[in-house]
């Protein structure tokens, strides 16, 4: 639980943290500022667990939208385009499409894992909006973390995916417009990069494993 000491001399607020009854510091470092916001490292050290993890999860799926975006953006154009010359190639390039879509829908599978993970928050309803002397600081900082990285390792590698999907599918239309015999060659290769979003949620999903908000009993 916080405690609060006041300083008068200089105008300022100091806010510590006071140790937990077990001896042990609750985490995070003391406050200089008021409202903990006097440096970068005072406002991350004392960001919010529940914070950390919402910001996770709205990167993992933000920048998914915008990898399958781009890279729908890049096969859209040169498919339409090479179309006018070649209309035989709108249907089977439209895979190329659904590949950089699948980005997409690699951070939403994520975003509804995580926020399974996040509880409601109203722990500290329950005692007049004062976590209770026993909480769990370091599972609760933990799990603040891991949700982070989790959505930061899917969106980062999602956004990668959907380019190079994306620069792959639009050079398959392309050359199928020249040479049919082409298609199946380049379409193993945007099968590769494909799959580099599935690595990373596989690896977002192993984050999380342990990654556990406490409860109030």
């Avoid at 100091?14 to 409202?35: F, I, K, L, W």
């Avoid at 440096?39 to 910001?55: C, I, Q, R």
């Avoid at 494909?194 to 406490?214: K, M, W």
Wanted: with cysteine; glycine share 12%.
């Amino acid at each position: 639980r916080k405690s609060l000491e006041s300083s008068s001399s200089s105008g300022r607020t100091t806010r510590t943290r006071s140790p937990s009854p077990h001896g042990e510091d609750s985490g995070g470092m003391s406050c200089v500022a008021q409202y903990c916001n006097k440096s970068y490292d005072e406002v991350l050290t004392h960001l919010s667990p529940y914070g950390w993890g919402y910001f996770g999860i709205a990167v993992g799926l933000g920048m998914s939208v915008v990898g399958a975006a781009w890279g729908i953006w890049l096969t859209g154009s040169s498919l339409v385009g090479a179309a006018i010359k070649a209309p035989r190639i709108r249907s089977k390039n439209l895979i190329s499409v659904i590949f950089c879509e699948a980005t997409a829908i690699y951070g939403v599978i994520l975003a509804i894992l995580l926020l399974s993970k996040i509880g409601d928050g109203g722990e500290a309803k329950k005692n007049d909006g004062v976590l209770p002397d026993d909480w769990k600081y370091n599972q609760f900082y933990f799990a603040g973390y891991a949700v982070f990285s989790a959505g930061m390792s899917v969106g980062l590698t999602n956004i990668a995916s959907g380019i190079s999907v994306g620069i792959a599918g639009s050079s398959c239309a392309l050359a199928d417009a020249q040479d049919s015999s082409l298609f199946v060659k380049i379409l193993i290769v945007e099968i590769f990069a494909s799959a580099l979003g599935i690595f990373g949620i596989i690896v977002g999903i192993i984050q999380t494993n342990d990654a556990e908000f406490p409860k109030t009993s």
